[in-house]
């Protein structure tokens, strides 16, 4: 396996990235090691040469990776983790049990059936049961509710929680009661989509403001709202240190300079259900044109969903995978309309986009928050220190 994944002399220009078999309820070593050594390789690079605390961001819905990834974020030290898209009731217990070197059970969702168990044992991939430092756990919610939730019943303790209202970049919960769209197809939000500040101060835990919040201004009325801080992505997100490939950056950038540039929520294109904000970048999946000319595949896997076979098994599908596909696995074909590859359109945006049919490599497609147009007053090549110097002017 190593030789396949890392072949003598790298990488040829236009050769595909080799495929690991997608895994399954039955079938996830080889993923759940390479998942392992990627969280455990990251969380250790992003520490070098600092010491400040480092945190890991998961998705909630990616359950089938969740306890390798959380694992070796562990081993390396990490010091936060943060969890949305989902509700992440089972974490604060799998954070305990793992620190203390135990093995540790995920329940993975089936739709059609009853949630399935993954057990994830150090032991069981050669490692020793060794204790580790146990991380703050800090659920992403969009709700006092949801928060309240998670505080009382979770399966452990929570250390805080980010408050992330529907203007915040990536996935954003769904509007509560009926979907309502506007003129343009977005999602319509109102005010039971915005929590409850002072019910949040009233749990006693800290929290952060996500969405809107990345200037002086914000931070302040974050901080008289009693907030600890804010999320700030969009900046930081354009900054010379992030990992999305400098073309993109660059052309952002210049783009936001001379005018408006359009963050459409698109309550389609996420093959979860979440909608999700995409930033109107040509060359990108954003456009109709790239969308329809790229071929539908699923290879990577991360966000297909498990349901249950008419013969009793688990089966794995996603809406943005062959239509034919997917609706030979029971799934129905208008679930499947505007649905784009998250996997590999967000891998592509950090530079690393498989190489499909044709040769052709997979586009990307770029999400932000709402305050898009912040970045107008930056130039390309500004960096990480120079946000946080505003912030705190």
Known sequence: MPGAVFPPGGRAPGEPYARLPLPSAGRYRDAWEMTLLGAYAEVALAREGHAQPVGLNLLTKLQLHTLPALYGALLAGVDTVIMGAGIPRDIPGILDALAAGQPATLRLDVRGGEALPLTFDPADLGLPRVPLARPRFYPVVSSHVLAGVLAKKASGAVQGFIVEGPSAGGHNAPPRGPLTLDGQGQPVYGERDAADLGAMRALGLPFWLAGGYGTAAGLQAALAAGATGIQVGTLFAFAQESGLR??????????????????????????????????????????????????????LGYLREAYRTEQGGVGWRCPAEPVAAYVAKGGEAASTQGRKC?????????????????????????????DLGA???????????????????
């Open 375 to 393: 970045l107008r007053d930056w130039a390309p090549g500004y960096r990480a220190a120079d946000v946080l110097r505003l912030l705190g002017s």
């Open 342 to 370: 998250l996997c590999n359109a967000l891998l592509a945006d950090a530079g690393y986009a498989q190489v499909g049919r044709g040769a052709q490599p997979e586009p990307g497609l770029l999400t932000s928050g709402d």
């Open 246 to 299: 400098a073309d993109l950056k660059a052309d952002v950038l210049a783009r936001a300079a001379q005018g408006p540039l359009a963050v459409f929520t698109d309550p389609q294109a996420s093959p979860t259900g979440f909608p999700f904000k995409v930033v109107a970048l040509p060359g990108t999946l954003a456009q109709p044109e790239v969308y329809a000319a790229r071929t539908r595949v699923c290879d």
